[in-house]
């Protein structure tokens, strides 16, 4: 515990000496590169001290290794990785992205490799450093039935005409496969258009389709279930029999606001299966108040309804509640949380209030 | 109390003086873009110019890439560019751009001390977009520089 508050003082004493300096390599010259690291403390205290509860926790979270590197204007690269000890997570250390991009004309590009699937606003444009989450967690439905990461090859472009419009196509090799570029094909499609305005506020519609094998004797996995396995239990991976495709078709919705010194962040998604029990919902609702340039209080709802999936039961998990978010320098943020939290999809746990405090840093 | 509870509360107690430390200079104070206009069809309006410093648009219109020189956290006028186009402070500016440099989007803008610097690097590389804090006395040739 004394480790950990010393871990927390050390990460923002590192952040607030970054922040004076240069935040980030000079752009001069052809070729440059950049490194990062992302970690961040989380502390959680619930109201139900039961075997049924969650055991209050106070831990490193998953810290995340940044490389990027830029051979001409065009051709850029990105390596993305997180470690977190043995005692948090069964994989240690996991490459979560690698892509090669290639700047195209008029404002287009090109990107091949594993990346985060542009299916939602949240999965496009938060990697897995905690900073710059508007709230502690990310939505319930990510990772769940909609899907993180993708090996694929992307073509999409940003802020065409007066409007900003702007769109992502991606071939990709499937969430089973998410590690073996193409190894079964192209088993995944992903469609995602959508308008940004010059202050930053978007709207876009999503549509993915995954298709995964039906693997062992009557065994079967969602498109995410397999990934989810992998998380939860250890590892433990199917035996690798292609038969029968399952198909699981996902359309989202995102709308991002900032309403003078209100911010709105909503995510919305609906899953439809070629199996009968595989439509699940889910909703994120984030709604912020600028009180100064530095500190945000927050409201989030965050609902999830499953009805098949992920090796947890179907049933309904929501979160809700309020937090404020503190920028404490250009590089740490505080985030609290208190939230009542039910998760129906596991052991019948009951509702909790739940208290969080995440503080988070970039190194740099 | 418990000790883990005294701890919380002693860590955002020693966070307070990061949150209300002074910011320097606001909304109140001039800023401008500086540029080369050497190159040809070179006529961006101020929609396009935020748009290239907000990091949504990737290229000049004669198509060549665009290149940042933003305000560090030692310039005057870092947060002054973080009100007038990032819509927060200084450090919204580097949170955006920390975000999309590591989310792969776009590679990362010079962020330097004094204009004088990002004069300097506007001068050396043709199609760097630069942000000033204040008018250049002289202005070299070949530079044009827009009020935002």
């Known amino acids: 515990m004394l480790r950990l508050v010393f871990c927390a003082a050390v990460a923002l004493h590192s952040s607030v000496a970054l922040s004076e300096s240069n935040h980030m390599t000079s752009n001069s010259g052809d070729n440059s590169f950049d490194w990062n690291i992302y970690s961040h403390l989380e502390g959680y205290l619930n109201d139900i001290h039961s075997t049924q509860g969650k055991d209050d926790y106070f831990i490193l979270g998953e810290s995340t290794f940044f490389l990027s590197g830029n051979f001409g204007d065009e051709l850029s690269i990105l390596y993305e990785g997180t470690y977190q000890p043995k005692r948090y997570r069964d994989d240690v250390l996991k490459s979560e992205r690698w892509q090669i991009r290639y700047a195209l004309p008029k404002n287009h590009y090109l990107i091949v490799g594993k990346n985060h699937t542009p299916v939602t606003h949240w999965n496009d444009s938060f990697h897995h450093g905690r900073l710059f989450y508007p709230s502690i967690s990310r939505p319930l439905s990510l990772d769940k039935f909609v899907p993180l990461h993708d090996s694929a090859v992307r073509v999409g472009a940003r802020s065409l005409g007066e409007h900003g419009f702007f769109y992502d196509l991606s071939l990709g090799s499937g969430h089973r496969y998410e590690n073996k570029f193409f190894s079964n094909g192209v088993l995944s499609e992903t469609v995602s258009v959508g308008l940004q305005s010059e202050i930053g506020n978007v709207v876009r519609l999503g549509w993915h389709r995954n298709a995964a094998h039906r693997v062992g004797h009557g065994i079967t996995t969602t498109p995410l279930e397999f990934h989810s396995n992998h998380h939860l239990m250890g590892g433990m991976v199917a035996h690798d029999h292609p038969e029968v495709l399952d198909v699981l078709t996902v359309i989202a919705m995102s709308v991002r606001l900032e309403l003078g010194r209100v911010e709105l962040l909503t995510e919305a998604a609906v899953s439809d299966g070629s199996r009968d029990t595989e439509n699940n919902r889910a909703l994120y609702q984030y709604l912020g108040y600028r009180l100064t340039d530095n500190i945000v209080p927050y409201a989030v709802i965050d609902w999830l309804k499953l009805e098949r999936g992920l090796g947890l039961r179907a049933g309904v998990e929501s979160r809700s509640g309020v937090g404020v978010k503190i920028m404490l320098t250009d590089s740490a943020d505080l985030k609290l949380e208190s939230l009542r939290h039910r998760d129906g999809t596991k052991n019948n746990t009951p509702a909790a209030v739940e208290f969080r405090m995440q503080l988070s840093v970039s190194l740099k | ?148």
Request: charged letters at 20%.
């Open chain 2, 1 to 148: 109390m418990k000790l883990r509870e005294l701890l919380l509360v002693v860590l955002i107690a020693c966070c307070m003086p990061f949150v209300f430390a002074s910011e320097g200079p606001g909304t109140g104070a001039g800023l401008f873009v500086v540029f080369s206009d050497n190159a040809s069809n070179r006529t961006p309006d101020a929609a396009m110019l935020k748009r290239m410093l907000l990091g949504q648009l990737f290229e000049w219109p004669d198509g060549n890439r665009v290149r940042l020189a933003l305000p560090s956290s030692k310039s005057p006028a870092y947060n002054v560019a973080g009100s007038r186009i990032f819509g927060g402070n200084g450090r919204t500016m580097t949170r955006l751009w920390l975000q999309k440099v590591f989310s792969g989007e776009s590679r990362a803008p010079a962020f330097l001390d004094t204009d004088a610097d990002v004069l300097d690097e506007v001068m050396r590389n043709p199609n760097t977009l630069g942000v000033l804090g204040s008018m250049p006395d002289e202005l070299p040739s070949g530079v044009r520089v827009m009020e935002l």
